[in-house]
């Protein structure tokens, strides 16, 4: 479920699968991904600036949230409250020590992920205990995301608690066009303890094997015991025969609480956050624009997108859920001005004149928007509108590159992002996966998938356009050549009298076998002048 981010080379980080080498400057007992290039220097500088000790990526910068409300309350730490409820057992064996070593030798990854924690630790302590569940679960959210709701892998798991798809709507958390229930805070705490005390019950109460079947599910961690019952062996976690990441998941999570009891046996001084509410959650009834939010509030944009990450666009679900995470400071204000706020204000709308060509997808994408509200705001039913008729259509508020943590901008940056070798733009045709487009860029399918925000077992759309960073093709050492940029381009080839599938494919250097996945023919029919063939060619390495 999850793909790590490793650190290697005292501060060299490369992508990974599962963990990370075990150096100094990455989690012990792991195995890193393979991609079959190396790192290069720009990737290592900003590698630098994520988390190295969990296996997710971080695709938006932190944001730093006045949270204090300058009261006379006095609190103690939070620390203080979650270290006097410790229950766990924490063995001194050489796995927790291994991870308990590379967090305190990495004090400032500490205060950061503490840091990122501040808005959220207090509710999700005052959950556990609600629910009396073991108070070490707090920790769970820096072993699995650094404290992130941004957070995702390439094994499609998402959101601070990462759940993937299925695992999220089995427990409660809405995934839509709007929304992902995976990255909000309130929705997935809830259900990450609803599944957490499935797994306890489904394995006899063994905390244990119940943290180890959330990182790896429960089928797998099921068949180790089972293997183990056979061989008449031990079947408690450390006896068990598991997948690499899950040996080190349990100990990551004992390590961390090791060091919360007794921070200053290792010499740690842990990220001061006071013991009480900093946020609330507030109703607001119906779908409203995040910037007029913002601004009711006194926040800024990306301070309100920072607190409620669930929502994918520029505005609230329509269906819901209607709530809005706030820092207490700011609830009582925004309170009075939404009240105020008339319910034709909460978005903002455009009359929309229907053209010839149109239909609600076309308009939908045109405006940002979802073609179910065009709907739903126009009565109209099914999909048949009319030229010259008109639509009210919500729009954002402000132009959409302010919404700076909505998908798109995430995805926008992420593509952006400079990397070494020849950067190609592809619009997937049908047919296309992710192993065919590295077969035909010579690049690794999981990064393809990872520079365009996707999982490599996610589906491909027609008409998406992903970004493709090709490396320098070498040319052969006998033939005296240097290094040359490859650059490939989408082309297309009209057929010439006397044109054979070998002839076209030996032109531009290029397999016949590719000729017939791209335009969906074989190689047994004869090609016809004039007929047209989609081709991908270097053309450094063309004739």
């Given at each position: 479920?999850?793909?790590?981010?490793?650190?290697?080379?005292?501060?060299?980080?490369?992508?990974?699968?599962?963990?990370?080498?075990?150096?100094?400057?990455?989690?012990?007992?792991?195995?890193?991904?393979?991609?079959?290039?190396?790192?290069?220097?720009?990737?290592?500088?900003?590698?630098?600036?994520?988390?190295?000790?969990?296996?997710?990526?971080?695709?938006?910068?932190?944001?730093?949230?006045?949270?204090?409300?300058?009261?006379?309350?006095?609190?103690?730490?939070?620390?203080?409250?979650?270290?006097?409820?410790?229950?766990?057992?924490?063995?001194?064996?050489?796995?927790?020590?291994?991870?308990?070593?590379?967090?305190?030798?990495?004090?400032?990854?500490?205060?950061?992920?503490?840091?990122?924690?501040?808005?959220?630790?207090?509710?999700?302590?005052?959950?556990?205990?609600?629910?009396?569940?073991?108070?070490?679960?707090?920790?769970?959210?820096?072993?699995?995301?650094?404290?992130?709701?941004?957070?995702?892998?390439?094994?499609?798991?998402?959101?601070?608690?990462?759940?993937?798809?299925?695992?999220?709507?089995?427990?409660?958390?809405?995934?839509?066009?709007?929304?992902?229930?995976?990255?909000?805070?309130?929705?997935?705490?809830?259900?990450?303890?609803?599944?957490?005390?499935?797994?306890?019950?489904?394995?006899?109460?063994?905390?244990?094997?119940?943290?180890?079947?959330?990182?790896?599910?429960?089928?797998?961690?099921?068949?180790?015991?089972?293997?183990?019952?056979?061989?008449?062996?031990?079947?408690?976690?450390?006896?068990?025969?598991?997948?690499?990441?899950?040996?080190?998941?349990?100990?990551?999570?004992?390590?961390?609480?090791?060091?919360?009891?007794?921070?200053?046996?290792?010499?740690?001084?842990?990220?001061?956050?006071?013991?009480?509410?900093?946020?609330?959650?507030?109703?607001?009834?119906?779908?409203?624009?995040?910037?007029?939010?913002?601004?009711?509030?006194?926040?800024?944009l990306a301070e309100l997108q920072r607190l409620n990450p669930g929502f994918n666009r520029w505005a609230?679900?329509?269906?819901?859920p209607h709530y809005l995470v706030l820092p207490k400071n700011k609830v009582e204000r925004f309170k009075?001005?939404?009240?105020?706020?008339?319910?034709?204000?909460?978005?903002?709308?455009?009359?929309?004149?229907?053209?010839?060509?149109?239909?609600?997808?076309?308009?939908?994408?045109?405006?940002?928007?979802?073609?179910?509200?065009?709907?739903?705001?126009?009565?109209?039913?099914?999909?048949?509108?009319?030229?010259?008729?008109?639509?009210?259509?919500?729009?954002?508020?402000?132009?959409?590159?302010?919404?700076?943590?909505?998908?798109?901008?995430?995805?926008?940056?992420?593509?952006?992002?400079?990397?070494?070798?020849?950067?190609?733009?592809?619009?997937?045709?049908?047919?296309?996966?992710?192993?065919?487009?590295?077969?035909?860029?010579?690049?690794?399918?999981?990064?393809?998938?990872?520079?365009?925000?996707?999982?490599?077992?996610?589906?491909?759309?027609?008409?998406?356009?992903?970004?493709?960073?090709?490396?320098?093709?070498?040319?052969?050492?006998?033939?005296?050549?240097?290094?040359?940029?490859?650059?490939?381009?989408?082309?297309?080839?009209?057929?010439?009298?006397?044109?054979?599938?070998?002839?076209?494919?030996?032109?531009?250097?290029?397999?016949?076998?590719?000729?017939?996945?791209?335009?969906?023919?074989?190689?047994?029919?004869?090609?016809?002048?004039?007929?047209?063939?989609?081709?991908?060619?270097?053309?450094?390495?063309?004739?």
């Open positions: 479920m999850k793909n790590l981010f490793p650190l290697a080379i005292t501060c060299l980080f490369l992508f990974g699968c599962q963990s990370t080498l075990l150096t100094q400057e990455s989690p012990p007992q792991a195995e890193i991904y393979h991609q079959g290039d190396h790192a290069s220097v720009e990737e290592i500088n900003q590698a630098l600036l994520v988390d190295g000790a969990i296996p997710v990526m971080h695709p938006v910068a932190d944001v730093d949230i006045n949270l204090s409300d300058d009261s006379d309350e006095s609190s103690n730490d939070i620390w203080q409250r979650i270290r006097s409820q410790f229950s766990f057992k924490i063995p001194q064996n050489r796995r927790v020590i291994n991870q308990r070593n590379w967090y305190t030798s990495h004090q400032r990854y500490l205060d950061r992920v503490a840091k990122r924690s501040e808005p959220f630790i207090y509710y999700i302590v005052e959950e556990l205990e609600k629910n009396n569940m073991p108070i070490e679960l707090t920790l769970l959210p820096i072993v699995e995301s650094a404290f992130d709701p941004f957070a995702y892998s390439h094994g499609r798991a998402s959101g601070m608690w990462q759940f993937v798809p299925g695992t999220g709507k089995r427990f409660g958390m809405k995934q839509n066009w709007w929304y992902d229930g995976r990255r909000d805070v309130i929705a997935s705490t809830k259900g990450a303890i609803k599944y957490l005390k499935y797994l306890h019950k489904y394995f006899n109460d063994d905390w244990l094997l119940a943290l180890a079947a959330y990182n790896s599910g429960e089928g797998r961690v099921q068949r180790a015991v089972r293997k183990n019952k056979k061989k008449h062996l031990p079947i408690d976690f450390w006896s068990l025969n598991l997948p690499k990441e899950t040996r080190a998941y349990v100990p990551k999570l004992l390590a961390l609480a090791d060091i919360i009891k007794r921070p200053a046996d290792f010499n740690i001084k842990l990220f001061t956050i006071e013991n009480k509410a900093v946020i609330e959650q507030v109703d607001i009834k119906s779908q409203l624009d995040l910037a007029k939010a913002a601004q009711l509030s006194q926040l800024s609230t679900a329509p269906k819901g009075t001005k939404l009240d105020k706020l008339k319910t034709k204000d909460r978005l903002s709308w455009q009359r929309y004149k229907i053209k010839n060509g149109d239909s609600l997808s076309v308009i939908a994408n045109k405006f940002h928007t979802s073609t179910e509200l065009i709907r739903r705001l126009n009565n109209v039913k099914g999909n048949q509108i009319r030229t010259g008729k008109y639509l009210l259509i919500p729009v954002a508020t402000v132009s959409l590159d302010h919404y700076v943590f909505s998908q798109n901008q995430r995805l926008v940056k992420k593509q952006s992002r400079q990397r070494t070798g020849y950067k190609i733009i592809h619009q997937v045709k049908a047919g296309d996966t992710f192993w065919d487009l590295g077969q035909t860029y010579k690049v690794s399918s999981r990064n393809i998938a990872k520079w365009n925000g996707m999982a490599p077992r996610d589906t491909l759309k027609l008409g998406q356009k992903l970004v493709i960073w090709q490396k320098p093709a070498k040319r052969s050492a006998k033939s005296g050549n240097t290094i040359e940029q490859a650059v490939v381009r989408n082309i297309t080839y009209k057929v010439r009298r006397g044109d054979s599938f070998a002839r076209i494919a030996d032109k531009f250097n290029i397999h016949i076998r590719d000729i017939e996945r791209w335009n969906k023919i074989s190689r047994r029919n004869y090609l016809q002048p004039g007929q047209l063939l989609k081709l991908s060619v270097d053309v450094t390495n063309s004739i």
